[in-house]
Protein backbone atom coordinates (compact mmCIF):
# COMPACT_ATOMS: atom_id res chain seq x y z
CA UNK A 1 0.00 0.00 0.00
CA UNK A 2 1.56 3.06 -0.92
CA UNK A 3 2.20 5.53 1.56
CA UNK A 4 -0.55 8.23 2.73
CA UNK A 5 0.41 11.76 1.92
CA UNK A 6 -0.16 14.95 4.04
CA UNK A 7 -0.24 18.62 3.34
CA UNK A 8 0.81 21.04 5.41
CA UNK A 9 -0.30 24.89 4.75
CA UNK A 10 2.16 27.82 6.84
CA UNK A 11 5.37 26.89 7.87
CA UNK A 12 4.83 29.44 10.96
CA UNK A 13 4.82 28.23 14.37
CA UNK A 14 2.10 26.52 13.60
CA UNK A 15 3.07 24.20 10.73
CA UNK A 16 6.20 23.99 12.27
CA UNK A 17 4.92 22.12 15.10
CA UNK A 18 3.52 19.77 12.70
CA UNK A 19 6.98 18.95 11.22
CA UNK A 20 8.62 18.76 14.81
CA UNK A 21 5.30 16.26 15.70
CA UNK A 22 6.20 13.76 12.70
CA UNK A 23 10.21 14.02 13.24
CA UNK A 24 9.69 12.74 16.99
CA UNK A 25 7.27 9.86 15.89
CA UNK A 26 10.24 8.70 13.30
CA UNK A 27 12.27 8.88 16.09
CA UNK A 28 10.66 6.37 17.98
CA UNK A 29 10.97 4.59 14.82
CA UNK A 30 7.79 4.63 13.42
CA UNK A 31 7.09 4.84 9.87
CA UNK A 32 5.27 8.40 9.19
CA UNK A 33 3.50 9.43 6.20
CA UNK A 34 4.99 11.42 3.19
CA UNK A 35 4.88 15.03 4.34
CA UNK A 36 4.90 18.14 1.91
CA UNK A 37 4.79 21.86 3.60
CA UNK A 38 4.04 24.30 1.43
CA UNK A 39 4.84 28.11 2.36
CA UNK A 40 3.90 31.17 0.57
CA UNK A 41 7.27 33.35 2.02
CA UNK A 42 11.16 33.11 1.23
CA UNK A 43 11.54 31.78 4.89
CA UNK A 44 9.36 30.14 7.70
CA UNK A 45 8.30 31.38 11.33
CA UNK A 46 5.10 33.05 10.01
CA UNK A 47 4.57 36.60 11.78
CA UNK A 48 8.40 36.14 13.79
CA UNK A 49 9.60 36.69 10.20
CA UNK A 50 9.17 40.28 9.99
CA UNK A 51 8.86 42.15 6.49
CA UNK A 52 9.57 45.73 5.83
CA UNK A 53 7.24 45.09 2.90
CA UNK A 54 3.21 46.29 3.58
CA UNK A 55 0.50 45.57 0.98
CA UNK A 56 2.28 42.96 -1.50
CA UNK A 57 5.01 41.16 -1.58
CA UNK A 58 7.82 41.07 -4.80
CA UNK A 59 5.20 38.10 -6.40
CA UNK A 60 2.35 39.77 -5.36
CA UNK A 61 0.93 38.08 -2.92
CA UNK A 62 -0.56 39.98 0.08
CA UNK A 63 1.63 40.13 3.02
CA UNK A 64 1.18 37.86 5.72
CA UNK A 65 3.21 39.51 8.50
CA UNK A 66 1.51 42.09 10.71
CA UNK A 67 4.81 42.07 13.33
CA UNK A 68 6.57 45.66 13.95
CA UNK A 69 10.27 47.02 14.51
CA UNK A 70 10.70 47.47 18.48
CA UNK A 71 8.22 44.54 19.24
CA UNK A 72 8.53 43.32 22.46
CA UNK A 73 7.06 39.41 23.66
CA UNK A 74 3.83 40.67 24.84
CA UNK A 75 3.23 37.49 27.47
CA UNK A 76 6.30 35.95 29.39
CA UNK A 77 8.08 33.56 27.54
CA UNK A 78 8.43 31.11 30.07
CA UNK A 79 4.52 30.95 28.54
CA UNK A 80 5.31 29.90 25.59
CA UNK A 81 8.12 27.19 25.84
CA UNK A 82 8.48 24.33 23.96
CA UNK A 83 8.95 21.15 26.33
CA UNK A 84 10.91 19.76 24.07
CA UNK A 85 13.09 22.61 23.12
CA UNK A 86 14.00 24.55 26.10
CA UNK A 87 15.64 28.49 26.44
CA UNK A 88 18.31 27.28 28.40
CA UNK A 89 19.24 24.66 25.99
CA UNK A 90 18.62 27.51 22.66
CA UNK A 91 20.55 30.02 24.48
CA UNK A 92 23.06 28.15 26.79
CA UNK A 93 22.57 30.84 29.54
CA UNK A 94 19.17 32.73 31.25
CA UNK A 95 17.49 35.41 29.52
CA UNK A 96 14.96 37.73 30.42
CA UNK A 97 11.33 36.82 30.25
CA UNK A 98 10.39 39.35 27.62
CA UNK A 99 13.01 38.96 24.62
CA UNK A 100 11.91 40.78 21.39
CA UNK A 101 11.22 40.01 18.03
CA UNK A 102 14.47 38.68 16.68
CA UNK A 103 15.52 36.44 19.29
CA UNK A 104 11.72 34.61 19.65
CA UNK A 105 12.66 34.07 16.19
CA UNK A 106 16.06 32.57 16.58
CA UNK A 107 14.49 30.38 19.22
CA UNK A 108 11.65 29.26 17.16
CA UNK A 109 14.73 28.57 14.07
CA UNK A 110 16.60 26.47 16.82
CA UNK A 111 14.56 23.66 17.29
CA UNK A 112 13.52 23.49 13.69
CA UNK A 113 17.07 23.98 12.47
CA UNK A 114 18.03 20.68 14.47
CA UNK A 115 16.01 18.16 12.08
CA UNK A 116 15.67 17.53 8.04
CA UNK A 117 12.17 19.89 8.25
CA UNK A 118 13.49 22.07 5.47
CA UNK A 119 13.45 18.91 3.32
CA UNK A 120 9.77 19.03 3.55
CA UNK A 121 8.92 22.83 2.77
CA UNK A 122 8.43 24.34 -0.51
CA UNK A 123 9.28 27.55 -0.15
CA UNK A 124 8.04 30.86 -2.34
CA UNK A 125 5.05 28.10 -3.00
CA UNK A 126 1.20 29.58 -2.56
CA UNK A 127 -2.03 27.36 -1.97
CA UNK A 128 -3.94 28.76 -4.66
CA UNK A 129 -7.40 26.45 -4.39
CA UNK A 130 -8.57 23.26 -2.57
CA UNK A 131 -10.96 20.44 -3.75
CA UNK A 132 -12.12 17.29 -2.10
CA UNK A 133 -13.32 14.36 -4.26
CA UNK A 134 -15.79 12.43 -1.78
CA UNK A 135 -15.32 8.95 -3.87
CA UNK A 136 -11.64 8.90 -3.80
CA UNK A 137 -11.30 10.64 -0.14
CA UNK A 138 -8.77 13.02 -1.50
CA UNK A 139 -8.01 16.42 -1.60
CA UNK A 140 -6.65 18.15 -4.51
CA UNK A 141 -4.16 21.28 -3.80
CA UNK A 142 -3.69 23.69 -6.48
CA UNK A 143 -0.25 25.94 -5.76
CA UNK A 144 2.01 28.43 -7.93
CA UNK A 145 5.40 28.31 -7.52
CA UNK A 146 5.98 31.88 -7.33
CA UNK A 147 9.56 31.87 -8.46
CA UNK A 148 8.56 29.74 -11.51
CA UNK A 149 5.33 31.27 -12.51
CA UNK A 150 4.11 27.82 -12.56
CA UNK A 151 0.65 26.41 -11.37
CA UNK A 152 0.51 22.47 -10.40
CA UNK A 153 -1.40 20.48 -8.71
CA UNK A 154 -1.25 17.65 -5.99
CA UNK A 155 -3.27 15.00 -3.95
CA UNK A 156 -3.23 14.59 -0.21
CA UNK A 157 -5.07 12.08 2.32
CA UNK A 158 -5.17 15.16 4.84
CA UNK A 159 -4.55 18.60 4.85
CA UNK A 160 -3.42 20.86 7.53
CA UNK A 161 -4.13 24.25 7.41
CA UNK A 162 -1.64 26.29 9.56
CA UNK A 163 -1.83 29.95 7.95
CA UNK A 164 -2.70 31.67 10.99
CA UNK A 165 -5.49 34.40 11.50
CA UNK A 166 -3.56 37.70 12.18
CA UNK A 167 -2.71 38.64 8.90
CA UNK A 168 -5.90 39.75 6.98
CA UNK A 169 -7.20 43.57 8.52
CA UNK A 170 -10.44 43.72 9.61
CA UNK A 171 -10.87 47.59 8.50
CA UNK A 172 -14.09 49.34 9.56
CA UNK A 173 -15.05 52.84 7.84
CA UNK A 174 -15.67 56.03 10.05
CA UNK A 175 -17.43 58.83 8.13
CA UNK A 176 -15.27 61.84 7.01
CA UNK A 177 -11.98 59.66 7.49
CA UNK A 178 -11.77 59.39 3.65
CA UNK A 179 -10.59 63.17 3.79
CA UNK A 180 -8.39 62.26 6.52
CA UNK A 181 -5.25 64.39 5.24
CA UNK A 182 -2.67 61.98 7.69
CA UNK A 183 -1.29 58.68 7.52
CA UNK A 184 -4.44 55.96 7.67
CA UNK A 185 -3.37 52.58 8.14
CA UNK A 186 -4.46 49.01 9.59
CA UNK A 187 -1.82 47.33 12.99
CA UNK A 188 -0.76 45.18 10.32
CA UNK A 189 0.71 47.33 7.88
CA UNK A 190 2.34 49.61 11.29
CA UNK A 191 6.05 48.87 10.56
CA UNK A 192 7.47 51.24 14.03
CA UNK A 193 6.62 53.95 15.71
CA UNK A 194 9.58 55.63 13.90
CA UNK A 195 7.16 57.80 11.59
CA UNK A 196 4.99 58.79 14.39
CA UNK A 197 7.73 60.41 16.35
CA UNK A 198 6.55 63.94 17.69
CA UNK A 199 2.85 63.46 16.47
CA UNK A 200 -0.29 63.00 17.38
CA UNK A 201 -1.79 59.72 17.24
CA UNK A 202 -4.54 58.26 17.19
CA UNK A 203 -5.37 54.33 17.68
CA UNK A 204 -9.14 53.06 17.19
CA UNK A 205 -9.19 49.50 19.36
CA UNK A 206 -8.58 48.44 23.04
CA UNK A 207 -6.96 44.93 23.02
CA UNK A 208 -3.12 43.46 22.44
CA UNK A 209 -2.62 45.62 19.27
CA UNK A 210 -3.89 48.64 20.37
CA UNK A 211 -2.11 48.50 23.93
CA UNK A 212 1.19 47.43 22.45
CA UNK A 213 1.48 50.37 19.40
CA UNK A 214 0.07 53.00 22.24
CA UNK A 215 2.99 51.57 24.20
CA UNK A 216 5.82 51.34 21.89
CA UNK A 217 4.83 54.91 20.29
CA UNK A 218 4.98 56.75 23.43
CA UNK A 219 8.46 54.70 24.32
CA UNK A 220 9.99 56.19 21.17
CA UNK A 221 8.36 59.79 21.44
CA UNK A 222 5.15 60.05 19.90
CA UNK A 223 3.43 63.92 21.20
CA UNK A 224 0.27 62.09 22.01
CA UNK A 225 -1.28 58.94 21.87
CA UNK A 226 -5.07 58.46 21.66
CA UNK A 227 -7.26 55.01 21.96
CA UNK A 228 -10.48 54.72 21.03
CA UNK A 229 -12.45 51.92 22.55
CA UNK A 230 -15.93 50.67 21.22
CA UNK A 231 -16.86 48.10 24.00
CA UNK A 232 -14.53 48.55 26.78
CA UNK A 233 -11.19 50.94 27.45
CA UNK A 234 -8.40 49.05 28.64
CA UNK A 235 -8.29 50.56 31.91
CA UNK A 236 -5.34 50.96 33.02
CA UNK A 237 -3.61 53.73 34.93
CA UNK A 238 -2.35 54.97 31.35
CA UNK A 239 0.98 57.51 31.93
CA UNK A 240 1.17 61.36 30.60
CA UNK A 241 0.67 61.20 27.31
CA UNK A 242 -1.50 58.44 26.28
CA UNK A 243 -5.60 58.52 27.29
CA UNK A 244 -8.63 56.78 26.35
CA UNK A 245 -11.78 57.81 24.53
CA UNK A 246 -15.41 56.17 23.81
CA UNK A 247 -15.34 55.39 19.93
CA UNK A 248 -14.56 58.05 17.42
CA UNK A 249 -18.16 58.77 15.85
CA UNK A 250 -16.57 60.86 12.68
CA UNK A 251 -13.90 62.75 11.35
CA UNK A 252 -13.79 66.40 10.01
CA UNK A 253 -10.85 66.90 8.72
CA UNK A 254 -7.94 66.31 10.91
CA UNK A 255 -10.37 66.29 14.17
CA UNK A 256 -11.64 63.17 15.44
CA UNK A 257 -15.06 63.37 17.22
CA UNK A 258 -15.46 60.99 20.17
CA UNK A 259 -18.63 59.38 21.66
CA UNK A 260 -18.99 61.20 24.76
CA UNK A 261 -18.72 64.72 22.51
CA UNK A 262 -15.07 65.47 22.63
CA UNK A 263 -12.90 66.13 19.88
CA UNK A 264 -8.95 66.19 18.96
CA UNK A 265 -6.78 67.07 16.14
CA UNK A 266 -4.47 63.79 15.24
CA UNK A 267 -1.04 63.51 12.65
CA UNK A 268 -2.39 59.85 11.73
CA UNK A 269 -4.62 57.03 12.47
CA UNK A 270 -4.35 53.45 12.75
CA UNK A 271 -6.83 50.86 13.11
CA UNK A 272 -6.23 48.30 15.64
CA UNK A 273 -9.25 46.66 15.06
CA UNK A 274 -8.73 43.00 14.54
CA UNK A 275 -8.56 40.09 12.06
CA UNK A 276 -10.62 38.61 10.10
CA UNK A 277 -9.90 34.49 9.83
CA UNK A 278 -9.33 34.63 5.86
CA UNK A 279 -8.79 31.45 3.76
CA UNK A 280 -9.23 32.30 0.17
CA UNK A 281 -7.87 29.22 -1.10
CA UNK A 282 -10.58 27.12 0.53
CA UNK A 283 -14.06 26.82 -1.33
CA UNK A 284 -17.20 27.67 0.90
CA UNK A 285 -18.01 24.28 2.25
CA UNK A 286 -14.13 23.72 3.96
CA UNK A 287 -13.89 27.31 5.03
CA UNK A 288 -13.77 27.40 8.82
CA UNK A 289 -16.23 30.77 9.20
CA UNK A 290 -15.18 32.73 12.88
CA UNK A 291 -14.55 35.46 15.09
CA UNK A 292 -11.37 35.65 16.82
CA UNK A 293 -12.34 33.54 20.38
CA UNK A 294 -10.73 30.89 22.48
CA UNK A 295 -13.02 28.08 20.78
CA UNK A 296 -13.81 28.29 17.37
CA UNK A 297 -17.56 26.23 16.65
CA UNK A 298 -17.36 23.32 13.97
CA UNK A 299 -13.22 22.29 15.63
CA UNK A 300 -13.55 18.97 17.25
CA UNK A 301 -10.75 18.87 19.90
CA UNK A 302 -10.16 22.58 18.43
CA UNK A 303 -8.70 21.74 15.49
CA UNK A 304 -10.68 18.84 13.39
CA UNK A 305 -13.00 20.05 10.94
CA UNK A 306 -16.58 18.48 12.31
CA UNK A 307 -17.65 18.51 8.34
CA UNK A 308 -14.57 16.61 7.21
CA UNK A 309 -12.33 15.51 9.95
CA UNK A 310 -9.24 14.67 7.22
CA UNK A 311 -9.30 18.73 6.99
CA UNK A 312 -7.28 19.97 10.12
CA UNK A 313 -6.79 23.51 11.14
CA UNK A 314 -4.17 24.37 13.57
CA UNK A 315 -3.88 27.52 16.18
CA UNK A 316 -6.49 29.11 15.01
CA UNK A 317 -8.02 30.40 18.24
CA UNK A 318 -7.32 33.39 20.14
CA UNK A 319 -4.29 32.82 21.89
CA UNK A 320 -2.59 33.28 25.45
CA UNK A 321 -1.09 29.98 25.22
CA UNK A 322 0.90 30.17 21.72
CA UNK A 323 3.74 28.03 20.87
CA UNK A 324 2.99 25.16 23.22
CA UNK A 325 -0.34 24.73 22.58
CA UNK A 326 0.34 24.36 19.01
CA UNK A 327 2.93 21.71 19.82
CA UNK A 328 -0.14 20.13 21.79
CA UNK A 329 -2.58 20.11 18.79
CA UNK A 330 0.28 19.16 16.50
CA UNK A 331 0.86 16.05 18.55
CA UNK A 332 -2.86 14.99 18.32
CA UNK A 333 -3.12 15.67 14.88
CA UNK A 334 -0.48 13.63 14.15
CA UNK A 335 -1.70 10.51 16.23
CA UNK A 336 -4.77 11.00 14.34
CA UNK A 337 -3.40 10.72 10.79
CA UNK A 338 -0.73 8.03 12.11
CA UNK A 339 -4.42 5.99 13.55
CA UNK A 340 -3.15 6.27 16.96
CA UNK A 341 -6.40 8.27 17.69
CA UNK A 342 -9.98 7.77 16.92
CA UNK A 343 -12.01 9.97 15.80
CA UNK A 344 -15.86 9.26 17.70
CA UNK A 345 -18.85 9.77 15.08
CA UNK A 346 -19.93 13.35 13.92
CA UNK A 347 -22.47 13.23 16.50
CA UNK A 348 -20.10 12.30 19.44
CA UNK A 349 -17.51 14.74 17.81
CA UNK A 350 -21.23 17.64 18.25
CA UNK A 351 -21.41 16.56 22.04
CA UNK A 352 -18.14 17.35 22.66
CA UNK A 353 -17.99 20.83 20.75
CA UNK A 354 -21.02 22.01 22.40
CA UNK A 355 -19.80 20.72 26.19
CA UNK A 356 -16.76 23.28 25.41
CA UNK A 357 -18.66 26.05 24.11
CA UNK A 358 -20.73 25.64 27.03
CA UNK A 359 -17.93 25.81 29.11
CA UNK A 360 -16.80 29.27 27.30
CA UNK A 361 -19.83 30.62 27.75
CA UNK A 362 -19.38 30.49 31.50
CA UNK A 363 -15.98 32.58 30.79
CA UNK A 364 -16.50 35.66 32.89
CA UNK A 365 -13.42 37.43 32.62
CA UNK A 366 -9.44 37.07 31.38
CA UNK A 367 -8.17 34.71 34.37
CA UNK A 368 -11.01 32.61 33.31
CA UNK A 369 -9.83 32.55 29.73
CA UNK A 370 -6.60 31.60 30.92
CA UNK A 371 -8.34 28.66 32.71
CA UNK A 372 -10.06 27.56 30.09
CA UNK A 373 -7.42 27.58 27.40
CA UNK A 374 -5.50 25.13 30.01
CA UNK A 375 -8.09 23.08 30.57
CA UNK A 376 -8.51 22.86 26.45
CA UNK A 377 -4.43 21.87 26.65
CA UNK A 378 -4.50 19.49 29.01
CA UNK A 379 -7.30 17.47 27.15
CA UNK A 380 -5.23 17.32 23.99
CA UNK A 381 -1.82 16.47 25.87
CA UNK A 382 -3.86 13.73 27.65
CA UNK A 383 -4.41 11.79 24.16
CA UNK A 384 -0.60 11.96 23.10
CA UNK A 385 2.92 11.70 24.06
CA UNK A 386 3.57 14.91 23.71
CA UNK A 387 6.33 15.89 26.99
CA UNK A 388 3.86 17.24 29.74
CA UNK A 389 4.78 20.61 31.15
CA UNK A 390 2.78 22.45 34.59
CA UNK A 391 0.17 23.85 32.12
CA UNK A 392 -1.81 25.49 35.81
CA UNK A 393 1.60 26.89 37.03
CA UNK A 394 2.27 28.47 33.26
CA UNK A 395 -1.45 29.70 33.80
CA UNK A 396 -0.48 31.07 37.11
CA UNK A 397 2.25 33.06 35.27
CA UNK A 398 -0.25 34.32 32.76
CA UNK A 399 -2.89 35.69 35.74
CA UNK A 400 0.14 37.75 36.99
CA UNK A 401 1.03 38.68 33.73
CA UNK A 402 -2.49 40.25 33.83
CA UNK A 403 -2.10 41.74 36.98
CA UNK A 404 1.46 43.04 36.34
CA UNK A 405 0.06 45.13 33.36
CA UNK A 406 -2.82 46.40 35.52
CA UNK A 407 0.19 47.52 38.06
CA UNK A 408 2.40 48.96 35.48
CA UNK A 409 1.78 48.86 31.70
CA UNK A 410 5.31 50.62 31.40
CA UNK A 411 7.54 48.02 33.22
CA UNK A 412 5.49 44.83 33.04
CA UNK A 413 7.79 43.73 30.41
CA UNK A 414 10.80 44.24 33.52
CA UNK A 415 9.31 41.23 35.29
CA UNK A 416 10.77 38.01 35.64
CA UNK A 417 9.55 34.29 35.65
CA UNK A 418 10.97 30.94 36.05
CA UNK A 419 10.67 28.44 33.46
CA UNK A 420 8.62 25.14 34.03
CA UNK A 421 10.42 23.12 31.88
CA UNK A 422 13.76 23.88 33.56
CA UNK A 423 13.32 25.63 36.62
CA UNK A 424 15.52 27.89 36.01
CA UNK A 425 14.39 32.02 36.69
CA UNK A 426 14.71 34.53 33.75
CA UNK A 427 17.59 36.89 34.22
CA UNK A 428 17.05 40.58 34.65
CA UNK A 429 17.99 42.58 31.28
CA UNK A 430 20.78 44.87 31.43
CA UNK A 431 18.53 47.88 30.40
CA UNK A 432 15.03 48.62 31.58
CA UNK A 433 12.68 48.04 28.72
CA UNK A 434 11.24 52.01 28.52
CA UNK A 435 15.46 52.43 28.08
CA UNK A 436 15.67 50.45 25.46
CA UNK A 437 15.11 51.34 22.18
CA UNK A 438 17.77 48.87 20.15
CA UNK A 439 15.40 45.55 19.57
CA UNK A 440 18.70 43.47 17.75
CA UNK A 441 19.85 40.04 19.02
CA UNK A 442 23.24 41.09 19.17
CA UNK A 443 22.15 44.17 21.97
CA UNK A 444 20.36 41.94 23.85
CA UNK A 445 22.29 39.01 24.25
CA UNK A 446 25.20 41.10 26.02
CA UNK A 447 26.00 41.33 29.15
CA UNK A 448 25.98 44.31 31.42
CA UNK A 449 30.00 44.61 31.10
CA UNK A 450 29.20 44.54 27.08
CA UNK A 451 26.91 46.97 27.22
CA UNK A 452 28.73 49.45 29.66
CA UNK A 453 31.92 49.12 27.48
CA UNK A 454 29.58 49.33 24.35
CA UNK A 455 28.19 52.76 25.54
CA UNK A 456 31.55 54.00 26.67
CA UNK A 457 32.97 53.73 23.79
CA UNK A 458 30.32 55.48 22.01
CA UNK A 459 30.08 58.55 24.54
P1 LIG B 1 1.54 32.51 11.46
O1 LIG B 1 2.67 32.83 12.33
O2 LIG B 1 0.68 33.61 10.99
O3 LIG B 1 2.11 31.68 10.20
C1 LIG B 1 1.30 31.31 9.11
C2 LIG B 1 2.18 30.98 7.90
O4 LIG B 1 1.34 30.55 6.80
C3 LIG B 1 2.96 32.18 7.38
O5 LIG B 1 4.32 31.86 7.24
C4 LIG B 1 2.33 32.49 6.02
O6 LIG B 1 3.22 33.02 5.07
C5 LIG B 1 1.81 31.11 5.58
N1 LIG B 1 0.70 31.19 4.62
C6 LIG B 1 -0.43 31.91 4.74
N2 LIG B 1 -1.23 31.71 3.68
C7 LIG B 1 -0.59 30.83 2.86
C8 LIG B 1 -0.90 30.22 1.62
N3 LIG B 1 -2.07 30.47 0.99
N4 LIG B 1 -0.01 29.39 1.07
C9 LIG B 1 1.18 29.12 1.69
N5 LIG B 1 1.52 29.65 2.88
C10 LIG B 1 0.65 30.50 3.46
N6 LIG B 1 2.38 35.38 20.13
C11 LIG B 1 3.14 35.21 21.24
O7 LIG B 1 3.24 34.11 21.76
N7 LIG B 1 3.81 36.25 21.80
C12 LIG B 1 3.78 37.49 21.25
O8 LIG B 1 4.41 38.42 21.77
C13 LIG B 1 2.98 37.70 20.08
N8 LIG B 1 2.92 38.91 19.50
C14 LIG B 1 2.21 39.06 18.36
C15 LIG B 1 2.19 40.31 17.76
C16 LIG B 1 1.50 40.52 16.58
C17 LIG B 1 1.51 41.88 15.94
C18 LIG B 1 0.77 39.44 15.99
C19 LIG B 1 -0.01 39.65 14.73
C20 LIG B 1 0.76 38.21 16.59
C21 LIG B 1 1.47 37.99 17.78
N9 LIG B 1 1.52 36.75 18.41
C22 LIG B 1 2.27 36.59 19.54
C23 LIG B 1 0.69 35.64 17.93
C24 LIG B 1 1.31 34.90 16.71
O9 LIG B 1 0.35 34.93 15.73
C25 LIG B 1 1.72 33.49 17.07
O10 LIG B 1 2.82 33.58 17.98
C26 LIG B 1 2.17 32.62 15.91
O11 LIG B 1 2.94 33.33 14.98
C27 LIG B 1 1.03 31.92 15.18
O12 LIG B 1 1.59 30.91 14.41
P2 LIG B 1 0.86 30.27 13.13
O13 LIG B 1 1.84 29.36 12.51
O14 LIG B 1 -0.45 29.72 13.57
O15 LIG B 1 0.53 31.49 12.16
P1 LIG C 1 -8.20 41.51 18.80
O1 LIG C 1 -7.63 41.00 20.05
O2 LIG C 1 -9.09 40.61 18.02
O3 LIG C 1 -8.99 42.84 19.16
C1 LIG C 1 -9.69 43.60 18.20
C2 LIG C 1 -10.04 44.96 18.78
O4 LIG C 1 -10.63 45.75 17.75
C3 LIG C 1 -11.04 44.90 19.94
O5 LIG C 1 -10.70 45.86 20.89
C4 LIG C 1 -12.35 45.27 19.24
O6 LIG C 1 -13.26 45.90 20.09
C5 LIG C 1 -11.86 46.28 18.23
N1 LIG C 1 -12.78 46.47 17.09
C6 LIG C 1 -13.17 45.55 16.19
N2 LIG C 1 -14.02 46.11 15.29
C7 LIG C 1 -14.15 47.40 15.66
C8 LIG C 1 -14.90 48.49 15.14
N3 LIG C 1 -15.69 48.36 14.08
N4 LIG C 1 -14.80 49.67 15.78
C9 LIG C 1 -14.02 49.83 16.88
N5 LIG C 1 -13.29 48.83 17.42
C10 LIG C 1 -13.37 47.64 16.81
O7 LIG C 1 -7.05 41.98 17.79
P2 LIG C 1 -5.61 42.58 18.11
O8 LIG C 1 -5.09 43.02 16.80
O9 LIG C 1 -5.64 43.57 19.20
O10 LIG C 1 -4.78 41.34 18.62
C11 LIG C 1 -4.55 40.25 17.73
C12 LIG C 1 -3.22 39.61 17.95
O11 LIG C 1 -2.20 40.51 17.52
C13 LIG C 1 -2.90 39.23 19.35
O12 LIG C 1 -2.68 37.86 19.49
C14 LIG C 1 -1.63 39.98 19.71
O13 LIG C 1 -0.67 39.13 20.24
C15 LIG C 1 -1.23 40.70 18.51
P3 LIG C 1 -14.40 45.11 20.93
O14 LIG C 1 -13.76 44.86 22.26
O15 LIG C 1 -14.72 43.86 20.15
O16 LIG C 1 -15.52 46.05 20.98
Redesign the pocket.
Known amino acids: MSKKRIGIIGAGPSGLAQLRAFESAEKLGMEVPEIVCFEKQENWGG?WNFTWRTGVGKYGEPIHG?MYKYLWS??PKECLELSDYSFDEHFGKPISSYPPRPVLFDYIQGRINKSNAKDYIRFNTTARWVTYDEETKKFTLYLDDLKKNRTYSEEFDYLIVATGH?STP?M?Y?EGIDDFPGAVMH??DFRGADQFIDKDLLL?????????IAVQCYKHGSKSVTL?????PIGVDWPEGIEERP??THFEGDTAYFKDGTSKRFDGVV?????QHKFPFLPDYLRLKT??NLYPDNLYKGIFFQDLPELIYLGMQ??YY?FNMFDTQAWLARDYMMGKFEIPSKEERRKDIDKWLADYDKVEDANGDVDFQAAYIKDLISYTDYPDFNIDKVGDMFKQWLKDKEDDILTYRDKTFKSVITGTMAAEHHTEWMDELDDSKKRYLMDEEQVEALEESEA
Open positions: MSNGFNPFAHIGSSYSAEDSYRSNLVMCTGYKNDQT
